[in-house]
């Protein structure tokens, strides 16, 4: 597995190819790669890795609809041909983005309409990559993760962040919520995992548990419960 990241746009989103570098040579001639959301500006920086690299784009994920993840989905999907993945939950923003934006943006977004829903737990291949999805609310209504196993690395989107989490301020968004989903889904990854998120410089879920300061509250409440329990 290859990942190629591109940091686009005017909120310096992060936007990644991931390339199944084991498929070429093994009897196809271009790899098969996924993009994790397609941020403004992700065309021109993705087109020419694309074509200097032969890439085979099969998907096009999008963790979740803000605009700043998704404003080059419509322009990106007519060059790759690629099917949109996004969960249902979040639909809503890719079919009515200028509609629903909470600022107004001074750029009409083209609206596009997903060819497929992700599901928590279903799994998504490219090449001979397996990804697994994880449905984390909190930051959107259909914020997803990414995680890939056997190359133990998590894709995060807006969910969590180097020393930080999605805001939950936007409408959809909701602290209880996130802080269950990274709780829940995203802590009982296996520590040594890398984390590449939506923003910002990727890290571990070890140095998350222990560094980021918004997790100190679900954190030391599990201390706590587990020092109730072994009182009792
Ligand atoms: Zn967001
Ligand atoms: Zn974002």
Redesign the pocket.
Known sequence: MEIIPFECGP?A?NCYLVIDNQTVGAGSESAPTIVIDAPPDAVSHLLPVIKKRNLKIEKIILTHT?W??TLDTAELKRYTNAPVYVHKNDEYRLLKPNETSIFKLPFEIEAVVPDIYLEDGMKINCGLLEFQVLHTPGHTEGGICLVNFENNVAFT??TIFCRSVGRTDFPGGSTDTLLSSIKNKILTLPDDMMVYS??GEPTTIGDEKKFNPFLDEIIDFDSVVSVLSNDS
């Open positions: 909120l989103t803000h700043d993840h989107g807006d939506g923003h």
